[in-house]
């Protein structure tokens, strides 16, 4: 799946890195706590999370995940939209709640990691 | 190739947290080194920068590359560890609200550093600080 085939199954707004939505990814993992994200061990997988801080950004960057989405109706701040842009990572904004915009997402094709 | 970094973190300082490991990460890159091993590199080090940020009042970051291995020295002064091994347990934590509130403090930071490094040594002094010793290996 293409992460602009993420921002529309979502109906999200790409708020950073537009220019890297046709970009291809293949997991997805939804969290909350950033510990538990660190832990991942694969490549290729965008981040669904409501937790709107520079921490968020930073795991995204250590974890090498290309994209997260904010969900919760949560925004992307100045300092956020800042690391985004410094560290290439494209971020979308969108109103679903967690579960639902996992469950359309996983119902379009995006995997599991486990 | 033998190379050298410092960094100085200042306990609380919640923003600043993961500047240290970024920029340690971009080096890497430069380097043309494994992203693999980047990637292990550079979340056992975020998780202890975060650790150092979250626990102690402040501390420092020393870096070592060569062509074998990368080395990490994270030293704090802080309150220190009463029971490293209760503190090794997975889901053991101390962390505050405010540090849970920032999306860490499951108990899971030093597992996790742990799990990505090829040595690690923890040392703690209960009212002096804490010394953790990491080293991961660029060829396996």
Request: hydrophobic share 40%; proline share 2%; aromatic share 6%.
């Amino acid at each position: 799946m293409k992460l602009k085939d993420v921002a529309e199954i979502l109906k999200g707004k790409v708020v950073c890195g537009s220019e890297q939505i046709e970009k291809e990814v293949e997991f997805a993992f939804s969290s909350d706590l950033m510990s538990d994200v660190l832990t991942l061990q694969k490549d290729n997988v965008i981040l669904l999370t409501g937790l709107a801080n520079v921490q968020a950004l930073r795991t995204a960057e250590m974890s090498d995940i290309s994209c997260i989405v904010f969900v919760r109706n949560k925004k992307v701040n100045e300092d956020m939209l800042k690391l985004g842009k410094e560290s290439g990572i494209v971020l979308i904004e969108c109103s679903c709640s967690m579960f639902k915009a996992s469950g359309m997402l996983f119902s379009n094709g995006l995997k599991p990691i486990f | 190739m033998a190379m050298h970094f410092e960094y100085k973190i200042e306990g609380g300082d919640f923003t600043r947290a993961g500047n240290a490991s970024s920029q340690v990460k971009r080096t890497l890159k430069q380097l043309n080194v494994d992203p693999k091993v980047i990637k292990r590199v550079v979340v056992a080090l975020y998780e202890g920068e975060v650790n150092i940020v979250a626990h102690a009042y402040h501390g420092e970051i020393h870096i070592d590359i060569d062509t074998e291995k990368i080395k990490l020295a994270l030293i704090d002064q802080g309150p220190g560890i009463p029971n490293i091994e209760q503190a090794m347990e997975m889901g053991f934590s101390t962390a505050t609200p405010e540090v849970r509130e920032m999306g860490f403090g499951a108990g899971m930071g030093l597992p996790n550093i742990k799990k990505n490094s090829d040595k690690f040594r923890i040392e703690s002094e209960v009212g002096v600080g804490t010394k953790l010793y990491i080293e991961v290996y660029i060829n396996q």
